[in-house]
């Protein structure tokens, strides 16, 4: 398969737009805990495909948040690679976080784990309509003795 990309300096900024929201969700909402941030970020019709069943809309969205809240504290991700596409925006990330709440039968730890992902978002009209993940959940479960 060969990836052609034309050189239309229009399309260069829209994927630069799409980078900076997507550092601001890792930045804003994660990093300094700023959950009204997904207001601003979050699409009406967003699909977060990393949960079971998918995140849906703002709300959603926030929902999340305030579980991942719940269960780690001292939150902290990296952006290693940051790669923007038409209307996609790739990034590897690295996150560290400390198990302080109840996670799948686990009670807290205490412990701080680095985790490592890929994740994969979509945009429309500057804010993010989908969310995939590739999460190396491994890690995360042995370190707290859940597997």
């Known amino acids: 398969m060969t990836f052609v990309q034309e050189n239309n300096p229009q399309q260069g900024s829209l994927q630069e737009q799409n980078k900076a929201i997507v550092r601001r969700f890792y930045e804003e909402v994660y990093n300094q805990g700023r959950e009204d941030v997904l207001d601003e970020i979050i699409s009406s019709d967003y699909l977060d495909y990393g949960h079971n069943p998918p995140g849906r809309g703002i709300e959603g969205a926030k929902a999340d948040f305030r579980s991942g809240q719940g269960i780690f504290s001292n939150v902290h991700f990296t952006i290693d690679d940051l790669i923007a596409l038409g209307d996609q925006v790739v990034v590897r990330w690295t996150g560290s976080l400390t198990h302080t709440g109840e996670f799948m039968g686990v009670a807290p730890t205490g412990k701080t784990i680095d985790l490592t992902g890929i994740s994969i978002y979509r945009l429309a009209n500057g804010k993010l309509t ?12 042995q370190e707290i003795g859940a597997v």
């Open 130 to 141: 989908e969310t995939r993940n590739a999460v190396n959940w491994l890690t995360l479960l």
